[in-house]
């Protein structure tokens, strides 16, 4: 199993760019989420999902869309890149008491 | 969600157990305590998790206070590759929104030759 996948490792947009943040999981997980982590903190949460086609907001989901055509699948959209959105973003899946995290995206906003 | 309280940092010596306290006074009866770690950069990583009975895998042994006010991560021979964040979590089993987890800023652990 690959786990976990996301891409890219890394990008830099300008500010008000759109981009789509990509997420994919192979252990067959109805759950799934999204956060961010900045210099210091703690994961924030974005956006999850409890299965394909159902997605709910977390902590921190402004500038933020998610959607959930098949289990697989994660992917998170910035709608309007801002500055304030330069972060490293983790994407997760679960299965019972156990979440998997994949290597992160680090994003720079300009 | 129960917060959590843990130290911001601990130091451990290499080839010494290393234990890590969390204090969550207000968890309810039926909330787990979770531990992840993230190692510089990366994804975080599950640890081990209970309920009220101490745990152990092969990674680290879970420790819960009988009012279940408190736990202790330890790490029975911690190596340099410990070095890490440590996030002591509570929440509800697993099932739809109860399952999210709410990171604090845990502790940092330096593990020293």
């Known amino acids: 199993n690959a786990g976990v996948t996301q891409t890219p490792k890394f990008q830099v947009l300008k500010t008000g760019q759109s981009m789509t943040l990509q997420c994919a999981q192979d252990m067959n997980h109805e759950y799934m989420s999204w956060y961010r982590q900045d210099p210091g903190m703690g994961l924030r949460l974005i956006h999850y999902?409890?299965?394909?086609?159902?997605?709910d907001q977390g902590e921190v989901p402004n500038g933020y869309n998610v959607s959930r055509s098949t289990t697989e699948d994660f992917p998170l959209r910035l709608l309007s890149a801002a500055p304030s959105q330069t972060s490293v973003y983790f994407c997760?899946?679960?299965?019972?008491?156990?979440?998997?995290f994949g290597p992160g995206t680090r994003l720079t906003v300009l | 969600d129960a917060k959590t309280t843990q130290p911001t940092s601990m130091d451990c010596a290499e080839g010494r157990a290393a234990n890590l306290p969390c204090n969550h006074s207000t968890i309810s009866g039926n909330e787990y305590v979770y531990w992840y770690r993230q190692i510089h950069s990366q994804g975080p990583q599950y640890i081990i998790h209970g309920l009220k009975n101490n745990e152990t895998n092969e990674m680290a042994s879970l420790i819960i206070t009988e009012d279940r006010k408190s736990s202790t991560l330890i790490l029975p021979h911690a190596t340099l590759r410990d070095t890490a964040v440590y996030y002591c979590?509570?929440?509800?089993?697993?099932?739809?929104?109860?399952?999210?987890?709410?990171f604090g800023k845990g502790t940092k652990l330096s593990v020293k030759p």
């Open positions: 999902s409890v299965g394909a086609g159902i997605t």
């Open positions: 997760a899946s679960r299965k019972r008491n156990e979440q998997f």
């Open positions: 979590i509570v929440r509800l089993p697993y099932g739809g929104s109860q399952g999210n987890l709410i």
